[in-house]
T-cell receptor
Framework: TQLLEQSPQFLSIQEGENLTVYCNSSSVFSSLQWYRQEPGEGPVLLVTVVTGGEVKKLKRLTFQFGDARKDSSLHITAAQPGDTGLYLCAALRGATNKLIFGTGTLLAVQP | NAGVMQNPRHLVRRRGQEARLRCSPMKGHSHVYWYRQLPEEGLKFMVYLQKENIIDESGMPKERFSAEFPKEGPSILRIQQVVRGDSAAYFC?????????????FGEGSRLTVL
């Protein structure tokens, strides 16, 4: 069983549409991160959310941390082809605080 | 201001050979992590190292895989007697000591193909 489940697994939309991807867990986290990975590259950190209920905006991207700090969502407004990539949520786990990644959402934005 | 450097970017090995993947962390970073990724999947944690010390190797297969981060030089992920199932992208990430929320900086990965 995956600690961090992301949905949907795949998403293909047209340029200009809005979308939301989700990251869910039964565990509580002190913080949660979102990364984007483009083909052939390593993941790049987009945002870290720390406080339950927190909302952070990064241009057309809106990130929310659930009130109970068990889940998070990423909403993209007016998607563009440049938003295409693999979106990964991640959280610290275990006594050594290693970073564990979610299952990922692969987004394709068609022009 | 170089980021995390990984080499080689692409490596082809035949079954039974050894693969060595190298990672130089960002300047000033003393924590290194290795992850493995299959196509269109998330990243699977393998090992977490500090200089001369393995902190957490709970994601490493028990056999054939080893990792080190010596006092001088890059971190090395070593895979002995490779099999086709080892084909994957291996990513290295680094962080400064004591990063409170654990943000990692990733290299561009090393893609291993086992023939």
């Amino acid at each position: 069983t995956q600690l961090l489940e992301q949905s949907p697994q795949f998403l293909s939309i047209q340029e200009g549409e809005n979308l939301t991807v989700y990251c869910n867990s039964s565990s509580v986290f002190s913080s949660l991160q979102w990364y984007r990975q483009e083909p052939g590259e390593g993941p790049v950190l987009l945002v870290t959310v720390v406080t339950g209920g927190e909302v952070k905006k990064l241009k057309r991207l809106t990130f929310q941390f659930g009130d109970a700090r068990k889940d998070s969502s990423l909403h993209i407004t007016a998607a563009q082809p440049g938003d295409t990539g693999l979106y990964l949520c991640a959280a610290l786990r275990g006594a050594t605080n290693k970073l564990i990644f979610g299952t990922g959402t692969l987004l394709a934005v068609q022009p | 201001n170089a980021g995390v450097m990984q080499n080689p970017r692409h490596l082809v090995r035949r079954r039974g050979q050894e693969a060595r993947l190298r990672c130089s962390p960002m300047k000033g970073h003393s924590h290194v992590y290795w992850y493995r990724q299959l196509p269109e999947e998330g990243l699977k944690f393998m090992v977490y190292l500090q200089k001369e010390n393995i902190i957490d190797e709970s994601g490493m297969p028990k056999e054939r895989f080893s990792a080190e981060f010596p006092k001088e030089g890059p971190s090395i992920l070593r895979i002995q007697q490779v099999v086709r199932g080892d084909s994957a992208a291996y990513f290295c990430a680094s962080s400064p000591a004591g990063a409170p929320t654990g943000e990692l900086f990733f290299g561009e990965g090393s893609r291993l193909t086992v023939l």
